[in-house]
């Protein structure tokens, strides 16, 4: 069947009758995630995630980094056009020095900085690529004019940071791929409305974007997980509620962050490359590119009836052709069976797949792209509880600020807006951050009602 003619390239499936053999390649029709299954290749955040911001700005820009910029050679750079006693110099390349350098590389002195910090200096640059060039497909939909504005603006500028921009090395062009797509469009949304904010606040921005980045690089993979996982019954209209305990709370199995958080991302997160896989050859089958399966449904409901039997037949006979190939058996299928009944038998068929003893461990090391990223920032560990999600007093007041934005907003409609950007909290969350809103006179009281209570300004 023409259907299955390119889906069969894809997978290299060769061989004949039991020696018949395939590869689980994906990422080819259908590119949602930027997870890596080899363990070194995986981002483990060592050094936090100014790497893919560095990556994920140069993709922004259409450059790309060779090496490392020595800075030895700006500071030198800098100097020669600089008149100074020659019994300064010393001085002064100190002074240039700190300025620019620290025990981690470079200073980020100024947003424009950003595209000179490099790749970590091993296997796991492959995964910082990768996620880079994700937050510029699926968040930033490649529109870097909601924050362009920061990285170019010159007027007031600290007379070092002049001469350090102007002496910094020109980097590179570079033709980016477009490879990854955001099915869920409040996350992208949400990201550039924030970005666009932030950008607004030249210090602000530079001590917070990396953590913004991060926050929305979770937000949309923990979504898409949990989307994913429900298929056809999915919502995309906002976010499936995930709520979060406070860094400095206690909690117990009686929370919300205990019974609707952490728990329900790691149960759909088992699923996570069965359906990566499911949908990469539902794709094929198609004939479509980057479609989730509610896209994909919508394409069969839209179609002629002679096109949806064609469908029908395809993902009927590459079910039974997967099944005697990879699990070496024979699969019976009802002659009439409806179109959501066979995705979720090729789901099944591919999962029964993936549990053979040549693929054990695949799916956990896919998940662990996940839970890596949860670990270094939004997880905590919470004794017989397990890990949590997680709300430090930093991020909580980074994202407050950027919804409360330049006017005073109720306390509900804060609690709301968090909500939008994937933060939930129960009723003793809510009371905790009123709480430290207080001391930190963030709150304008109008009465002792919650409707009269509003949030002031951050910025």
């Known amino acids: 069947m023409e259907r299955l003619t390119e889906l069969r390239k894809s997978l290299r499936v060769k061989g004949e009758g039991e020696k018949r053999e395939l590869s689980h390649i994906i990422n080819k029709s259908a590119s949602f995630l930027p997870f890596q299954t080899r363990n070194p290749e995986r981002a483990k955040f060592n050094d936090g995630f100014l790497p893919v911001v560095g990556e994920f700005i140069r ?4 450059l790309k980094i060779d090496k490392p910029v020595e800075t030895e050679k700006v500071i030198e750079h800098i100097k020669a056009e600089v008149r100074m006693d020659s019994s300064d110099e ?10 620019i350098s620290g025990s981690k ?4 002195i100024h947003p424009f900085m950003y595209k000179y910090v490099p790749l970590s200096d091993n296997q796991e640059a ?12 699926a968040l930033l939909e490649r529109d870097n ?3 362009s504005e920061v990285f170019d603006k010159t007027d007031q500028e600290h007379v070092l940071i002049k001469l350090v921009r102007e002496h910094m090395p020109a980097l590179d062009e570079d033709e980016i791929e477009n490879k990854y797509t955001q099915p869920l469009e409040y996350v992208s949304d949400f990201f550039k409305e924030d970005l666009n904010f932030l950008s607004h606040h030249k210090d602000f921005f530079i001590q917070y974007f990396e953590l913004l980045l991060a926050y929305y690089y979770f937000f949309s993979i923990t979504q898409f997980t949990m989307k994913v996982n429900q298929m056809d019954k999915a919502d995309k209209s906002g976010p499936t509620p995930l709520y979060y305990n406070l860094d400095w709370e206690a909690s117990s199995k009686n929370r919300a962050a205990y019974k609707r958080g952490y728990s329900q991302v790691k149960t759909a997160v088992r699923n996570l490359l069965v359906h990566v896989n499911t949908l990469e050859h539902l794709n094929f089958i198609f004939e479509t590119k980057n479609a989730d399966y509610l896209e994909l449904l919508e394409l069969y409901e839209s179609a002629s009836p002679d096109e949806q039997e064609s469908i029908k037949q395809a993902i009927s006979e590459w079910i039974r052709e997967y099944a005697s190939i990879v699990l070496k058996e024979e699969v019976d299928l009802e002659d009439d069976e409806a179109v959501h009944d066979l995705v979720k038998e090729l789901f099944y068929t591919i999962k029964e797949g993936y549990s053979q003893p040549s693929r054990s461990g695949t799916e956990s090391r896919y998940a662990l792209g996940v839970e890596q990223i949860g670990k270094k920032y939004f997880l905590k560990t919470r004794g017989s509880l397990g890990h949590t999600l997680n709300v430090s007093q930093d991020f909580l007041l ?3 600020a950027v919804c409360v934005r330049s006017e005073k907003l109720s306390l509900k409609q804060l609690f709301k807006e968090l909500e939008k950007r994937g933060l939930f909290f129960d009723r003793q969350s809510r009371e905790t951050i009123q709480e430290l809103f207080d001391k930190l006179n963030l709150i304008e009281k109008k009465s002792d009602s919650g409707d009269a209570q509003y949030v002031k300004p951050i910025l």
């Not at 993709?59 to 259409?62: A, D, T, Y």
């Not at 010393?90 to 300025?99: L, R, S, T």
């Open 398 to 400: 980074l994202m407050t």
């Open 90 to 99: 010393p001085y002064f390349e100190k002074v240039i020095g700190n300025f």
């Open 59 to 62: 993709n922004s820009e259409g």
């Open 145 to 147: 004019s909601v924050f």
């Open 126 to 137: 492959v995964g910082e690529k990768s996620i880079g060039l994700y937050l510029n497909d």
């Open 105 to 108: 590389g470079m200073k980020v």
